[in-house]
């Protein structure tokens, strides 16, 4: 199909408002009679709540609202319902919410918070994973047993134990046996910020008479969070209102409630007044949701050409004080430890822990930023071991079309040695190291990926025509950065046949806009795309019957496009507006369209029996090439170049793809080398960002984005998804690199100046001392 | 106790009366309603409150709205002028250097007070002028790129 809008780089929609400084965010929001929020948060990882003394905080002028837990009774938590709405009893991480004021000035409200006076009484703390899997460790949730969870995440009550998963396929010890060497290495990953430059925000509203609640937010995902805090708060969803702001970065973060809670919290006792609520910098850092660090031991069985004969994994994560989204995380997180490789016996096991530290929650990539770090850093300690190279072995294992993925699904429109190829063909890979610059050694590596999306999910949207033929879209899926006005404007205007600058996408509200799951999992172009082109095929045939109708011709005759309708000679009849205008005889009227997409019985999706749940209606698939500097005498990395080819099914819009891909390169590579919690008991240290590092432009390496499109034969006009799989292979690509340059293997996060140094000083320890022996051995 | 000032913003004249301890962003973005500029930080560290004061950027947590007092403010929503877009407003649509959009008032601002300085600012200028901004979304490649194109679509010549 000829498209005028789908596959170019078009303005982005949302553009004009952001370079004017027009855009609202959810910190812009401002409303009538707007009372301002404070939070009193715990100092302390564990404690039991002794006395909560409230009275100096009435003694502030302007003050008017003062809540605590009990006056809060509800928990809530989309997979364990296990987190408080404000701290009731006890407190299980430093900065948990225990109280909160709202006053009529943000000043008033932090000068009343800091009158509150909370006595604790200390409880012994664990901070590891691994320490609070034994018996004797400090028990987080006493009552977990008690909690409501969804049924596919069981965890173990009277242990830190949150969700456990196991999955067995095939016969792994009999791989292990088929295997000509055996790799058995530790790795760890580290918890990262978020750090969205708009920390998150939310103002509330509460409507007594109807026991109604309005929310303004900046969340990725309206209906998610909704449909938590009608489970929460024993309300019916046309109760509980979500109108979205524009976000100002989210990366997985802003998909639960954090600032959200405290305002609907406060919203409750102030009489009808809405209660704004703005995370500092200080509770974005210390107070919100992390990525989950993940200690993973992996077993690998190789054949001596490099074939992957069995894979034994074991994740434990860190899930923080409350759980949040964490069981999908260790659960989806775990399918991907396998790479994008062909294992044929797997046992994997996936324990999600509780610790008292900030809770683990969405970061981009799910778990597979995570695992594809232990999987990748092993492909290249294998590669090395066996001499074989690197990217050899990695095209020697990996999916191709028509391949299985672990649980029978067969593999459709895998674009993956495609990237493995270019991304190495850009970074010049094979071709001679220069020699070192005095203390600067380059190396080069690589790693590759692959990310299912949350399957099956569903979208819903309505399509509105006007009677001057300007077109409204109502859809769930609010606008995070990532382009989503723009992509689903440019498929909505190639469907219907209209230009793309006569339609708008609003901002969600859940009292209009209907279901969509959310803007996670890099699901929005392939099913928001999908009901899109469902609900623009149904305006469009409507129109052309109307104007078959109207210019008494036969329908299957006309065309429609950019807004005017044409015969089938190619011939000019008449605009879209004056059809209408014709249609409706100057009164108003409206041409209405309907959407829904869920990949629920799509053949793509058939498998093992019993093993259909883990199949993915599209898999993605990228690889990152990296090439570093690295002064040895100081342990400093300098990222050159960064070649990222990503296999997205189609580019509806390149650049936004870019954006995606670039922007995830930068994430990547400030993860990996500059971000990193100083803690001391549970507390976080660096709770500023001149202490918490992000790259910045001076970091910026050479990135060469390279699209491969590999057309998904069930989404819209070939697309696949972007968003998360760009943060996975770029610590793992870093780090091999690093090994190239340096020949020291770095197998846990983040890779610091220190730890480099430390590291390359061992090694030259280990060289001089063999040396030594082969010295004074004879002969 | 409040202070009496004046200041321009955006060519526009202010009489105002301010408390010793508030900032120029709380003064712009909850007195006078121009909440282009954002506060991401409140102590000087992301960059996104950029604006510029008599044409330095400055950010605009850290600087006390009774220290502004009859000077001139240029924040984002006075960048475009009668004619229309800047010509870095423009290079941003075109080149893609826009994601969520929270960070790009103050890259432009930062952007311009650059190219008003160094019409002709190479790469590693630009690089180094934007450095006191942060963009999470990582979008600084298209950004950079933007800049530059701009200051070329400006006339200026190295």
New interface residues.
């Given amino acids: 199909m000829e498209t005028r809008y789908v596959g170019k ?1 078009v ?2 929609v ?12 959810g ?2 929001v ?1 409303l009538p009679g707007m009372l301002y929020g404070a939070v009193v948060r715990s100092p302390y990882a564990h404690a039991r709540i002794v006395d909560i003394d409230t009275s100096g905080a009435w003694k502030v002028a302007g003050v008017k609202a003062v809540v605590v837990g009990r006056d809060v009774p509800y928990t809530f938590g989309g997979q364990v319902k296990d987190q408080p709405f404000l701290a009731v009893e006890r407190v299980r991480y430093v900065g948990e919410p225990v109280m909160a004021v709202a006053a009529e000035t943000e000043l008033a409200a932090q000068e009343a918070a800091e009158r509150v006076r909370v006595t604790y009484e200390e409880m012994a703390a664990v901070f590891d994973p691994r320490e609070a899997l034994k018996e004797s460790a400090p028990l987080l949730h006493p009552d977990f047993g008690d909690y409501w969870h969804v049924p596919l995440y069981e965890g173990v009550a009277g242990t830190n134990v949150c969700m456990v998963r196991r999955l067995l396929l095939g016969d792994v010890e009999r791989g292990f046996a088929e295997a000509d060497e055996i790799f058995e290495d530790e790795f760890y990953i580290h918890p990262v910020a ?6 998150h925000a939310a103002v509330a509203q509460y409507f007594q008479p109807r026991d109604e609640y309005i929310i303004w937010s900046s969340t990725d995902r309206p209906y998610r969070l909704l449909k938590e805090l009608v489970q929460a708060l024993g309300v019916s969803l046309n109760q509980v209102r979500f109108i979205s702001a ?6 997985g973060g802003k998909g639960a409630m954090v600032a959200e809670i405290i305002a609907v919290a406060l919203a409750k006792f102030t009489k009808g007044r809405p209660v704004k609520v703005v995370c ?2 200080e509770e974005e850092l210390t107070a919100s949701q992390t990525r989950h660090a993940a200690f993973m031991k992996l077993k690998t069985g190789v054949k001596k050409d490099g074939i992957f004969t069995a894979r034994k994994a074991d994740i434990i994560w860190d899930n923080g004080a409350y759980s949040s989204l964490g069981p999908d995380v260790g659960f989806r997180g775990v399918l991907t430890i396998l790479g994008p490789y062909r294992i044929p016996h797997v046992e994997l096991l996936s324990r999600l822990v509780y610790t008292n530290k900030e809770i683990g929650g969405a970061y981009r990539g799910f778990g597979t930023t995570q695992v594809t770090w232990a999987c990748e850093v092993q492909m290249d300690m294998i590669a090395q071991k066996l001499r074989i190279d690197p990217l050899e072995i990695r095209l020697k294992n990996a999916y191709v079309d028509g391949d299985s993925y672990i649980n029978g699904q067969i593999l459709r429109t895998v674009g993956l040695k495609e990237t493995l190829k270019k991304a190495g063909r850009e970074i010049g890979w094979g071709q001679p190291k220069p020699a070192p610059r005095g203390s600067k050694f380059r190396g080069k590596g690589m790693a590759t990926m692959l990310k299912p999306t949350a399957t099956p999910t569903d979208s819903y949207c309505f399509i509105r025509v006007n009677h001057d033929a300007s077109i409204v879209i109502l859809s769930g899926a609010p606008e ?4 989503q006005k723009t992509v689903l404007s440019q498929i909505a205007a190639d469907t219907i046949g209209v230009p793309l600058s006569s339609i708008v996408i609003p901002n969600p509200d859940t009292y209009y806009t209907p279901y969509d799951m959310a803007v996670a999992s890099s699901r929005t172009t392939y099913h928001m795309g999908n009901a899109i082109r469902q609900a623009g095929q149904e305006v469009r045939q409507k129109i052309l019957q109307l104007a078959g109708k109207s210019l008494e011709t036969d329908p299957s005759r006309l065309n429609l496009s950019e807004g005017k309708i044409f015969d089938e000679g190619g011939r000019e009849l008449i605009t879209l507006q004056q059809l209408l205008n014709k249609i409706f005889g100057g009164r108003g009227g409206s041409i209405l369209g309907e959407g829904h997409h869920s990949p629920a019985g799509s053949p793509l999706l058939a498998a093992s029996p019993g093993q259909e749940a883990i199949s993915s209606i599209f898999w993605m698939f990228g690889t990152h090439a990296a090439e570093v500097e690295v002064d040895i005498e100081t342990g400093v990395v300098k990222v050159l170049k960064i070649a990222a080819a990503h296999d997205v099914g189609r580019a509806i819009h390149p ?2 793809c ?2 995606q891909i ?6 990547g590579l ?1 993860n990996t080398l500059f971000e990193e919690f100083k803690m001391e008991k549970g507390k976080i240290l660096n709770d ?3 202490d918490y590092k ?5 970091d ?1 390496p050479e ?1 060469v984005t390279i699209l491969v499109e590999s057309y998904h034969e069930e989404g819209p006009f070939g697309a696949k998804g972007v968003g998360e799989p760009a943060a996975a292979p770029t610590a793992p690509a870093i780090a091999n690199a690093i090994f190239d340059a340096t020949g020291v293997r770095i197998r846990d996060l983040p890779i610091t100046p220190e730890k480099l140094l430390a590291a390359l000083k061992r090694k030259e320890q280990t060289e001089k001392l063999s040396q030594e022996e082969k010295a004074v051995r004879p002969g | 106790m409040k202070v009496p000032i004046d200041l321009t913003v955006n060519g526009e004249r202010y009489e105002l009366e301010v408390e010793p301890r508030e900032t120029l962003v709380e003064l712009l973005r909850e007195r006078l309603h121009l909440t282009g500029t954002k506060e991401g930080c409140g102590t000087g560290d992301c960059g996104t409150c950029i604006v510029l004061v008599e044409g330095v950027p400055v950010n605009s947590c850290l600087v006390l709205a009774v220290d502004i007092k009859g000077r001139q403010v240029l924040t984002i929503e006075g960048l475009a002028g009668e004619g229309g877009l800047h010509p870095l407003q423009e290079s941003f649509l075109e080149k893609g250097a826009v994601q969520c959009g929270f960070c790009t008032p103050a890259m432009l601002m930062s952007g311009k007070a650059l190219l008003d300085r160094v019409p002709g600012a190479g790469e590693e200028e630009i690089k180094s002028a934007l450095s006191g901004v942060l963009c999470r979304c990582g979008s600084y490649k298209k950004i950079v790129e933007a800049v530059k194109a701009a200051g070329e679509k400006m006339g200026g010549k190295r």
């Fill in positions: 780089s303005i982005r949302d553009g004009l408002e952001k370079v004017t400084g027009r855009a609202v965010y910190v812009d401002e978020h750090s969205p430059m708009e920390t524009y976000s100002g970065g989210g990366f500092s910098r995070v950065g990532g382009g650049a936004l870019e954006q670039e922007g995830a390169v930068v994430m400030s500023t960002l001149a992000l790259a910045t432009t001076l910026l990135i």
